[in-house]
């Protein structure tokens, strides 16, 4: 239609419009319509089947978890930096404030950004943050490492232990894949809009589900993996599905970070991964990574020699390896391993430093350690009485002195300085010829007759029937300048004892006698676990019975019982079949075994020994070690600044408890004997009640607090009044020790 002298330009503008409208309405309405009902419709499905995958799963006790596990985390931080001033670096344990005090284990805490507190931490925090203060600069006092040394490594070993762990898990006994929506991940609608809302609710939750095992999932249930359907097995198939996608993968960088630190779990398949996250957050993860393999080395109250690229990282191990081992030199357990380890990381490490020309460990750690190595390991090493094998003595001492004086051969300094360096009183270790064959033939067992003896280089071969356990046996042994211990050992008809005796024999150096003990007592074992390949759960089951409560790829749960009403609990950590960490009710066992565990030898084919071994393992006395001489000393220091003497000296396992009355108050008090320090003093009520502690009544036995010892002879009621008015108050009654009826908080006190 044209402009016209009938039609001008204003009314061929409205007919247009008119005819649009009109075909609109018209004559394409229908597919109009249609078009958008079919539009509404498909958003309305996609709502739909969104809204049915997040009504399938909990998602309410999910969210409900991580904000709890959050709130912890806020909380506990929160405290440490507006109460105390004391960072929180990296989150791994429990932290318990209590007021001016707070508890911590596992976690990594800098003071003032001066030093890193050990494994296990806590005290009066101002007193904690003056450390801070005083330690600014290069040049300290043995009264200031004396002073780090009681109030940071010691005083915090003597708290009520709590559990390690703070966060929640939710336990699915479902599958993974299937409860979370993923099979679509295989499929050709993984990109579709309910698919990859099911992968974002997954990289979103997945690092606070607990898996027990994929025995627990059906056979009928599909996974992305054709077989297993671990957490971490779920996590390798969907990664491929994610790098990719910078939002998806941030997600999964991050949860695998949280993931670490709910979970304690440290694998290489997770390094790879993370390996393509950005920068920032790989050193994240790697911080975290090293943090966690730290801690679990401190699970199994035991440690390796590595050090790390981060200071605070070597600061934290040192001093957790410094307080382990006063630990356990004070409950005079076997400190070989333990003590081996140390001596191991500053080796190491100091000769990375001597490579680099860079400071891996600063200024005050180094002296810190000078001085405790002088007044704890060497004097410990050097004593008759020391829970160390003879034979590993004078190899432990002269990597203690390399470390204070250097490496003869300049590999490395030593952090003792020119002036203050230790002496060397050990004796030279002169090399000998000895004739191994010789010796080897002095002390002869009398149970097996030898048939031949065959000496090559350093090495001695000998070949005996053994008349205990029937077996042809074959041996090779060497001498390490003190005794004979065996390299390997070949048993023709036993294939299995061979290979499982020799695993053993690969972790440690042991005598040819224990060689035989260790062939005698895993004889049966290692029939059992030929190869392995019998279900570790189904033997477990049909050892201890009714005593297994729970047995699940990762962890078993068994319960001793005592009698009916109570009983100790075992958890034993698995991964792959080996043996990662235990946990038991009663801390006193725990630590008795942790103790004499020797890690290096749980494998795959030792775990189910191992596993027997804890559980029947008996608790010990150690009280064998408090002689005559311990007794004297412990009473003759008593008498010179309490002018009497104790009325009874105990020992309860390793610790010493000393009873005394001062003006009719009965009073108890912990002694140590290396620190000569009386703490843990408490109110003795006798049968009445049970002790109550006086929180900051502690008396250093020296001339430094003879004033401080005197006035609380002359008066312990008034002394006491000015530590704890209000305990004074409950518990005293016309200056007499009285027991309330009513039922006191002792926290408060």
């Given at each position: 239609m044209?402009?016209?002298i ?13 005819l649009?409208?009109?075909?609109l ?21 996609f709502?739909?089947q ?5 009504e399938?799963?909990n998602f309410?006790?999910i ?6 596990n959050l ?5 506990y ?6 109460e105390?001033?004391i ?19 596992d ?9 890193i507190l050990p494994?296990?931490a806590g005290g009066e ?5 003056n450390?801070?203060?005083?330690f ?8 200031d ?12 070993l003597?708290f ?7 966060f929640d ?22 990109g579709?809009?309910?698919c ?15 898996v027990p095992?994929t025995?627990n ?11 297993d359907n671990?957490?971490l097995?779920v996590?390798?198939q969907i990664?491929?599905?994610v ?9 999964f ?10 979970w ?8 790879d991964?993370?390996?393509?996250c ?9 911080f975290?990574?090293?943090f966690s393999?730290?801690n ?12 790390y690229?981060?200071?605070?990282l ?6 957790s390896l410094q307080?382990?081992?006063y ?8 400190v070989?391993?333990i ?7 500053w ?12 400071q ?19 004097p410990y090493?050097?004593?008759d ?12 001492l002269?990597?203690?002195l ?8 300049s ?18 270790l002169?090399?000998q010829?000895?004739d191994?064959?010789?010796?080897f ?5 009398v ?7 065959v000496m090559?280089g ?11 356990t029937?077996l042809r046996?074959?041996?090779?042994l ?42 005698k007592?895993?004889?049966?074992i ?12 189904a033997?477990?089951?049909?050892e201890?019975?009714e005593?297994?409560k ?8 068994m319960i001793?019982?005592?009698?009916t009403?109570?009983g ?20 006193t066992l725990q ?21 027997q071994?804890i ?6 006395s150690?009280d064998?070690?408090?002689?005559a001489?311990e ?11 309490f ?13 010493i ?11 108890i008090?912990q002694?140590d ?7 843990q ?5 006798g ?5 109550i ?6 008396f250093d036995?020296n001339?430094k ?6 006035a ?5 009621i ?9 305990m004074?108050?409950?518990?005293f009654?016309?200056?007499?020790l ?12």
């Open positions: 044209k402009e016209s009938f039609l001008n330009r204003k009314q061929l503008a409205v007919i247009r419009w008119y649009l409208i009109y075909r309405l018209f004559q394409y309405w229908v597919f109009v319509f249609w078009g958008i009902i079919s539009v509404l419709l498909l958003l309305l499905s709502s739909v969104a809204f049915s995958i997040e399938s799963i309410g006790d969210m409900r978890i991580k904000e709890q709130n912890n985390k806020d909380e931080e929160s405290f440490m930096r507006q105390s001033g960072n929180l670096i990296a989150f791994w344990g429990m932290v318990k404030p209590e007021n001016s005090w707070f508890v911590s284990q976690n990594l805490l800098s003071v003032g950004g001066k030093f494994r296990i925090t101002k007193k904690i943050t450390f801070g203060q005083i600014s600069g290069d040049l300290y006092q043995n009264s490492f004396s002073s780090f040394f009681q109030e940071i490594l010691v005083e915090p003597s009520t232990s709590f559990r390690t762990k703070v898990r939710f336990l699915l006994t479902e599958n993974v894949v299937s409860y979370f929506g993923l099979d679509c991940l295989k499929t050709k609608s993984a579709s809009f309910v990859q809302s099911s992968l974002t609710k997954f990289l979103e939750n997945f690092f606070v589900l607990e095992s025995s999932v059906s056979e009928n249930t599909t996974s992305i993996g054709e077989e671990s957490l097995d996590l390798t990664y491929p599905k790098r990719y996608s910078h939002e998806k993968k941030k997600l960088c991050n949860g695998v970070i949280k993931y670490i630190t709910y304690w779990t440290v694998n290489s398949a997770l390094t991964m993370m390996a393509s950005d920068r920032e957050t790989f050193k994240e993860y790697s975290v990574k090293d393999e730290i679990n080395g401190f699970l199994w109250g035991a440690s390796d020699g590595k050090f690229n981060d200071l605070r070597n600061q934290y191990k040192l001093f307080q382990l081992l630990k356990q030199i004070k409950w005079t357990a076997q070989e391993t003590l081996t380890s140390y001596l191991d990381f080796t190491s490490l100091l000769l990375k430093e001597g490579e680099r020309d860079t891996l460990l600063d200024s005050f750690s180094k002296q810190f350690s000078h001085w405790y190595h002088q007044n704890l390991l060497l090493l050097r004593d009485h020391a829970k160390v094998s003879t034979e590993q003595k004078n190899q432990l002269t990597k203690l390399q470390i204070e004086n250097g490496d003869k051969n590999l490395f300094k030593g952090i003792a300085k020119k002036d203050d360096s230790v002496a060397q009183n050990v004796q030279e002169i090399e010829k000895v191994i064959e010789q010796l033939r002095a002390n002869v067992p149970q097996f007759i030898l048939t031949s003896s090559s350093d090495v001695l071969t000998v070949r005996w029937e053994d008349q205990v029937n046996i074959e041996a090779e060497a001498f390490n300048g003190a005794s004979l211990y065996v390299t390997k050992i070949s048993i023709p008809k036993d294939k299995n004892l061979t290979e499982y005796v020799n695993t053993l024999l690969s972790t440690d150096k042991y005598s040819f006698l224990k060689m035989l003990s260790l062939v007592d895993n004889q049966e290692a029939q059992a676990n030929q190869k392995f390949e019998i279900n570790l759960c033997m477990i089951q049909k201890f019975g005593s297994v729970k047995c699940w790829k990762t962890e078993v749960l001793k019982a005592i009698d009403a109570s100790v609990n075992y958890r034993f950590l698995l991964k792959d079949n080996v043996l990662k960490g235990i946990e038991i009710s009663d801390q630590q008795q075994i942790l103790s004499e565990l020797d890690r290096k030898a749980v494998n795959r084919d030792t775990t189910f020994w191992f596993i071994k559980w029947n393992y008996e608790l010990k150690n064998s070690w408090f002689g001489k007794q004297i000393l412990v009473n003759d220091a008593f008498v010179k600044y002018k009497q003497k104790p009325k009874k000296v105990n020992v309860v396992w390793g610790v408890k000393i009873y005394f009355s001062i003006k009719e108050i009965d009073f008090g002694y004997l290396a620190t000569n320090r009386l703490s003093i408490s109110l003795d009520f049968e009445v009640r049970k002790p502690i006086v929180q900051r009544l502690v036995l001339e607090s003879v004033d401080q010892i005197n609380f002879l002359l008066d312990p008034g002394y006491l009044k000015k530590i704890n008015s209000r004074v108050d409950v518990y009654k016309d200056g007499k009285t027991a309330p009826v009513r039922n006191i908080d002792q926290k408060s006190e």
